[in-house]
Each structure stands twice: as structure tokens, then as C-alpha cells.
């Protein structure tokens, strides 16, 4: 149940809403060319799509790419919620970067077909969502000339943030869709120091879900694959390059020079080092 609701309209369509919810609440968000930052402001807010299900608490954040259907929200406690959204509609953002569209909403090398995003606790934003409060306090100080700076603000902050790959992608797809095949993020993100969780979120999949998916595919668990892979082509690099061991661990996907040794060992039954002074010494 809805208990209040404010917004600013910018142009004639929603651009800043300000909402308190009290269970039982779901919202089921309409397919629309928009995407959507929602900020936690009290309570908390559960987000579903397909087989994805995100907890997002007071002080986090979820950006969200309206385009495909089955994405809902829901209470995450037995308790009042209060939430800020903000919307990105693609004319609007057109209209204000009349010359070039910011970094941000241009074509992405992420590949990957993930659509939502959750936002931690970010100091820059909560200030950012304090400076949005006062105007709903005081409306009428609020015209279009703030509207639009405040919308250019949050678009240089969501650059700013720690998920800013993802971020990027997600609003790129407002200009720029595309869709890839499962396998086609998968080899993609073959040798990038990502986790099982982070790849099964770039195809829109639980992780149970991504891994039977995966196993289907490849006929191989996702760890033992992707590990394989990695370490092969750490050998092709040490064979062929003088590039210092670290350096070839972390192209190939490892952050952790001693767990790369420790698998190399087990695959290989030597290390990095003797690996390549071996293959020195028969030439």
C-alpha cells in the first residue's frame, strides 16, 4: 500500500518520485524504453527478474533497465519502506545532450546481457539523495533548470561508482541495444577476474540456474572449465612471452599470484617458473 507519493516531472514525463510503502507491496515494473535508479531510503525492497532475486537495504541502490518484461519489486522486511526513483527517458536525455551523449549512455565493451544493477552504500550518492529531500520539502524552489542539472548530476555520479562497467552497459542499451547468446558472455569473460556470481549476473541468471545452464553447454562444471582455460593460456603466454609471471596470472583472469602457482602446479605438475625455464632449455 502506497501511504505517499511526490514527484517532479521534467518535460512532461516522470523524472524524480518519492515514494512511501507499507506491506504487503509488489510492484510489477512495465516494459518501457527507460531505465530506473531506485534508492533505499528506509526499509528495504526485494528485486525479482526471471530466476535473479536481489535484497536491496536502506542505503543501497538498483538501477534498473525497464526494456524487458518480468521485473518486479516487493517489501524485503515487514515494515514501511520509503524510496527515491529517478527515471532516465532516452528523448529527455537526447534533448539535454543536444551535441553528444555523455560516455556513459555510449556503445559498451562489456558483454553481457544483464539488466539490473545493485548500487552499495555510496557516500557521493546519499548526499546526492539528501539534496533531492530538501526539494521535496521545498517544491516550490524546483524548476527545470534544477531538474536537469540534477539529472546530469546522478548520470556523473553512476559513473563515478565502483560498478560503473555495469552501470554503463545498462544505460547503454537505451541507445545502443544488444543481446548475446550464453555463450557468447561466456568467452567473452573467459580470462577477466570475474566470479561465478558476477558472470551468472551478465547473463541474467541465478547462479543454480547459470550453473546448470553452463554444464548443458560445456558438459563440465563452470569452475573446472573456466580454470582450464585460464591455465592453458597462461602456459601459451609463458611459452611465447617474457612477460613477468604475475602479469601473465593476471591476464589470464587470476587477482591471486600464489592461488594461479597452486593451480598451475595441479595442472601441469610444475610451476610458472620451471614451466618456462623448461621449455627455454630445449630450444
Not at 89 to 114: A, G, M, T
Not at 121 to 139: A, V
Request: charged fraction near 25%.
Amino acid at each position: 500500500m502506497v501511504l505517499d507519493y511526490k514527484k517532479f516531472d521534467l518535460f512532461g514525463k516522470q523524472f524524480i518520485q518519492k515514494v512511501t510503502i507499507e506491506p504487503p507491496f509488489e510492484f510489477i515494473f512495465p516494459v518501457a524504453e527507460h531505465a530506473c535508479f531506485i534508492y533505499v531510503l528506509k526499509g528495504g525492497v526485494q528485486f525479482q527478474s526471471n530466476s535473479i532475486r536481489l535484497d536491496v537495504p536502506v542505503s543501497h541502490a538498483l538501477l534498473l533497465h525497464c526494456i524487458d518484461s518480468g521485473k518486479q519489486i516487493s517489501e524485503l522486511k515487514d515494515s514501511i519502506s520509503e524510496l527515491v526513483i529517478v527515471t532516465f527517458h532516452p528523448d529527455i536525455l537526447k534533448k539535454i545532450y543536444e551535441r553528444e551523449l555523455p560516455l556513459i549512455f555510449q556503445n559498451s565493451v562489456f558483454v553481457s546481457n544483464q539488466s539490473s544493477e545493485k548500487i552499495k552504500n555510496d557516500f557521493l550518492i546519499l548526499k546526492y539523495i539528501e539534496g533531492l529531500l530538501f526539494y521535496f520539502e521545498n517544491p516550490s524552489l524546483m524548476n527545470d533548470e534544477i531538474l536537469i542539472l540534477k539529472l546530469k548530476e546522478i548520470i556523473l555520479l553512476l559513473s563515478q561508482t565502483q560498478n560503473s562497467e555495469a552501470i554503463q552497459f545498462i544505460l547503454s542499451q537505451l541507445f545502443s541495444p544488444k543481446s548475446y547468446t550464453f555463450k557468447q558472455i561466456i568467452e567473452a569473460n573467459l580470462f577477466s577476474p570475474v566470479t561465478l556470481d558476477e558472470l551468472a549476473r551478465k547473463t541474467n541468471l541465478s547462479i543454480s540456474t547459470f550453473k546448470r545452464e553452463f554444464k548443458k553447454l560445456y558438459n563440465e562444471s563452470p569452475a573446472g572449465y573456466i580454470r582450464a582455460k585460464r591455465l592453458d593460456k597462461a602456459a601459451e603466454l609463458l611459452a611465447i612471452s617474457d612477460e613477468r609471471i604475475a602479469d601473465v596470472a593476471f591476464d589470464c583472469g587470476f587477482n591471486d599470484l600464489a592461488s594461479f602457482t597452486r593451480s598451475f602446479r595441479d595442472r601441469f605438475n610444475t610451476t610458472p617458473t620451471n614451466y618456462r625455464a623448461e621449455l627455454k632449455n630445449k630450444e
